[in-house]
T-cell receptor
Framework: EDKVVQSPLSLVVHEGDTVTLNCSYE??????LLWYKQEKKAPTFLFML????IEKKSGRLSSILDKKELFSILNITATQTGDSAVYLC??????????????FGQGTILTVHP | DTGVSQNPRHKITKRGQNVTFRCDPI?????LYWYRQTLGQGPEFLTY????????KSRLLSDRFSAERPKGSFSTLEIQRTEQGDSAMYLC???????????FGSGTRLTVV
């Protein structure tokens, strides 16, 4: 069964700090790894990673995938209170009728204090 | 409206009652997914459709759960004889074909009392 584990489960920091969120996975027929941000409602898409070692960046957020060691990290620099959210990691597998289905981790709750 | 729409936003029901949720995906998206999320957990896959065909169904989906997408547009998820363990957020998402960057709706929060 596919499995995604995130750490830490929760993190409290002050504005301006840099944080690193971790995601490890075990999945058959890996296709891609995705990061989502979830505030009070629906998860919103951040990044999709398919190739090892290539960093994706968007403003203060960046992410990288290591397919050999089966993990990814999400970095947020110069954190702001608006970054407070649950960050979800998900892995997509390919093959058969599983194409399109995502397996999510339990999420990391990030709280940024002013 | 260009997003994924879910109704109702909240539903409180008594144990044993049937409930039905609706999802309207982004109009050009042919794939539609249902997930369930409980407090402190990530979303868990329930089922997905490509157009009107239900292509995969999770083992989590007992025979009390049924989903339909009759014309390949909106979808409904019905839970019969609800149990307290069914209390969760039910999320719908859609995507344009084989694309993982799917768009989630705001969810329907079900509380079974």
């Amino acid at each position: 069964e596919d499995k995604v584990v995130q750490s830490p489960l929760s993190l409290v920091v002050h504005e301006g700090d840099t944080v690193t969120l971790n995601c490890s996975y075990e999945v058959t027929n890996f296709r891609s790894l995705l990061w989502y941000k979830q505030e009070k409602k629906a998860p919103t898409f951040l990044f999709m990673l398919t190739s090892s070692g290539i960093e994706k960046k968007s403003g203060r957020l960046s992410s990288i995938l290591d397919k050999k060691e089966l993990f990814s990290i999400l970095n947020i620099t110069a954190t702001q209170t608006g970054d407070s959210a649950v960050y979800l990691c998900a892995v997509g597998s390919a093959g058969g009728t599983s194409y399109g289905k995502l397996t999510f981790g339990q999420g990391t709750i990030l709280t940024v204090h002013p | 409206d260009t997003g994924v729409s879910q109704n109702p936003r909240h539903k409180i029901t008594k144990r044993g009652q049937n409930v039905t949720f609706r999802c309207d995906p982004i109009s050009e998206h042919n794939r539609l997914y249902w997930y369930r999320q409980t407090l402190g957990q990530g979303p868990e896959f329930l089922t997905y459709f490509q157009n009107e065909a239900q292509l995969e169904k999770s083992r989590l989906l007992s025979d009390r759960f049924s989903a339909e997408r009759p014309k390949g547009s909106f979808s409904t998820l019905e839970i019969q004889r609800t149990e307290q363990g069914d209390s969760a957020m039910y999320l719908c998402a859609s995507s344009p074909g084989g694309n993982y960057g799917y768009t989630f709706g705001s969810g329907t929060r079900l509380t079974v009392v």
